[in-house]
Every structure is written in structure tokens, then in C-alpha cells.
């Protein structure tokens, strides 16, 4: 079983739709966690930090949920430049190496 | 942001002979630096992890004889992919993780294709 597990999509969804992805994470001990969006040959680029109370950045909202090691990305509003690949991340600690998961990709229809 | 440079960006090579790619932190000291390599459609996968001055540490299956890593500097790491086949073709990518924080800036990928 990967360590971080993720719905590889593709999600396609219509111009103004919201979308939501999730992760699940086995290692109890994670302490950090991301998303990362990566455009089609590009390198992973880091969309925000998620925080335990949630956190919210223009139409992008992350949540975490450490008792069901669960974390999730909600997008609202969604526009043609959000299609990508999503990538969760997850960190054991500080100075540990980040762990990817297998990403999913959205695709957002005009 | 902090910036991290890659080269060649692209690069074509036969097989059996060995590539060479750089990595390097422009702005800042990097004393790890992270090799990934990512197939077509598949996520990153942590090839080693290599640390200043020290013997990079390598992934499980990631045969280090094949790939080479030296970390000489604070400012450049290299990879290089020896004796290379079609099957090394992939997307690599390094990223390098400042000593102040524990943010890691990926590099923008070389793309290699093994003829």
C-alpha cells in the first residue's frame, strides 16, 4: 500500500464548477502536509501548506483531518488555468523528505 | 521564491553512453539536494537524497552504480545516468532544501530520451 494514497482522476469538470480532491496518508506520524499542483513537463510547483484548522487561500481551501489521516483540497469557481495534476504531499517531519502521492488530474471543460 | 536551475533542460542520447545533469541552487546553500525521476503519467519518485560533502543516500531499487550522484557544493549537485538504455528515458527532477528553512525548491526538470 503507498504511503500516500490519491483518486488518480481524471476529474473534468465544467468552467465555474467547484471540485474537491482527497488524499489519505498511513504513517499516523506525519507531521507536514501539501498540495502541490504540476502542469503537463513541468516540475511540481507548491499550491499551500494545510494546516490542522483548515485554511483557505482565494478560491482554494485545504483541509486536515489527522484522526482519519485524511486531507483535502476544495476548489471553488473553477477556472480553465486550474487544469493540472494535484499532488498531495506529506512530510514526516522537518527536515525528513517529502513523500508525493500519485496526483490527480483535473481537467476543467470551457 | 528561491531558485533552483537544471541543465540540459532537454537532452537526446544514444544508448551506452552516459548524461551528466546539473542541478543548482542559484540564490541560496543547499545542503540536501533530492533526485526524482517521473515516468509519463506516474508520480515523482525519490531517486536518492544527497547531502553536501557526504555519499548520497539512495531509494530502495534505484541502483547507485547506474546512477551517480556528487554533491560537492552547497550550490550543485549532479546526476549522472550511465551506460543509459531507452528504459532511463523519464522526466528527472531535482530539488534542493535551503539551510534556513526546510522548504524544498524543485528544479524545472530534464527531459531524457534515450535512442
Known amino acids: 500500500r503507498k504511503e500516500v494514497e490519491q483518486d488518480p482522476g481524471p476529474f473534468n469538470v465544467p468552467e465555474g464548477a467547484t471540485v474537491a480532491f482527497n488524499c489519505t496518508y498511513s504513517?499516523?506520524?506525519?507531521?507536514?502536509f501539501f498540495w502541490y499542483r504540476q502542469d503537463c513537463r513541468k516540475e511540481p510547483k507548491l499550491l499551500m501548506s494545510?494546516?490542522?484548522s483548515g485554511n483557505e487561500d482565494g478560491r482554494f481551501t485545504a483541509q486536515l483531518n489527522r484522526a482519519s489521516q485524511y486531507i483535502s483540497l476544495l476548489i471553488r469557481d473553477s477556472k480553465l488555468s486550474d487544469s493540472a495534476t494535484y499532488l498531495c504531499?506529506?512530510?514526516?517531519?522537518?527536515?525528513?523528505?517529502?513523500?508525493f502521492g500519485s496526483g490527480t488530474r483535473l481537467s476543467i471543460q470551457p | 521564491g528561491a531558485v533552483v536551475s537544471q541543465h540540459p533542460s532537454r537532452v537526446i542520447c544514444k544508448s551506452g553512453t552516459s548524461v551528466k545533469i546539473e542541478c543548482r541552487s542559484l540564490?541560496?546553500?543547499?545542503?540536501?539536494m533530492f533526485w526524482y525521476r517521473q515516468f509519463p503519467k506516474q508520480s515523482l519518485m525519490l531517486m536518492a537524497t544527497?547531502?553536501?560533502?557526504?555519499?548520497?543516500?539512495?531509494e530502495q531499487g534505484v541502483e547507485k552504480d547506474k546512477f551517480l550522484i556528487n554533491h560537492a557544493s552547497l550550490t550543485l549537485s549532479t546526476l549522472t545516468v550511465t551506460s543509459a538504455h531507452p528504459e532511463d528515458s523519464s522526466f528527472y527532477i531535482c530539488?534542493?532544501?535551503?539551510?534556513?528553512?526546510?522548504?524544498?525548491?524543485f528544479g524545472p526538470g530534464t527531459r531524457l530520451t534515450v535512442t
Open positions: 530539488s534542493a532544501r535551503g539551510t534556513a528553512d526546510y522548504e524544498q525548491y
Open positions: 504513517n499516523s506520524a506525519s507531521q507536514s
Open positions: 494545510v494546516y490542522s
Open positions: 504531499v506529506v512530510k514526516h517531519s522537518n527536515a525528513s523528505k517529502i513523500i
Open positions: 540564490d541560496f546553500q543547499a545542503t540536501t
Open positions: 544527497s547531502n553536501e560533502g557526504s555519499k548520497a543516500t539512495y
